[in-house]
């Protein structure tokens, strides 16, 4: 049994025992992060350590998920770097591949628990909205967009109370079940479905949308629907990467000014805005190696 305020240490062993050569990169990147990193971290861990019980399974089987989502990874890195794409452009291919495949899904999802402070710029984003979320607007209604693991909705939660309805909608049941299976929350609503195919007469104060702009064929679309689910002078919190390949990624964005010129375009106003580069090096460096970049912004509608 690992005592609680040692998630952290016994995952970063058991990599470096399973994996030596992502465990030395491990151990260089984790000297980035904060003095709040080892709490937070626990803290979810805690939670996930929980779930993975109920399902007779221990962190050993979330650390070999990470390591396949590394493996992974890497592939779709040297396809990326020999193609100058993306291996999947249509949604069709990896919803029949990823999204409804249990097996799969369920190994990439877990990794991803994993990865939410193992890697630094996932860590960074996760800090970026905790320490920004708070304008001092009550929100009434919540929603977050392919929640994943579930680590923002239940930092909302936190932040917010219980007073507020929380959303999650999620295009894939194996993330579904594993954030309601982590955060055992029943006072938070879990929906399956599309995003595109999602519309409600309660419109939302705040949205939070980390990680799926790139899973899609057109953002700008999915961007006009978020939108039309916002209420009038709501805000919302979004990430998406650039050069990042994955199973699952989609939308290539080049780099941050893509980014940027997409939110203008579809109308939106950035309030503030975080990046980080999966690796440390200079911004130059990172954008000629094609390096990936994590983009996180607080957004609201122009004259909205
Ligand atoms: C990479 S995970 C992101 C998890 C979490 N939001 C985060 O920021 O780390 C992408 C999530 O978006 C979901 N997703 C992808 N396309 C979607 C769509 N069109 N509608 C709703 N959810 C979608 C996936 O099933 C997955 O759970």
Redesign the pocket.
Known sequence: MVEEEKFLDYIAKAVSVKNPVTYKKLAKSLKRVGPSHGQLANEFFAKYVQYLATRQLTLDYGVGCFLQMVADMLIERQKFLETGSYANSSYEAVDKAI?SNPEIMDYH?HG?VLA?FLWPD?FERYCFFRDFFDSGVPVQNYL??????G??VMAARQMLGVDTRMVV????QS?LDLAQGILADSSIEFIH????KFDTPTKFDFITM???LE??EDPHR?LEHLKSLLAPGGRIFL?TPANAPMI?HIYLFRDEDEIRALLHDTGFVIEREHLCYAEEVTPELARHFKLPLMYAAFLHVRNG
């Open positions: 999204y999802m991803l939410q996932q977050e967009i392919g929640g994943g693991h680590l923002y909608v999620d295009i894939s993330s479905s599309d995003l595109f980390g990680e799926v899973h899609v999915m990430t699952d």
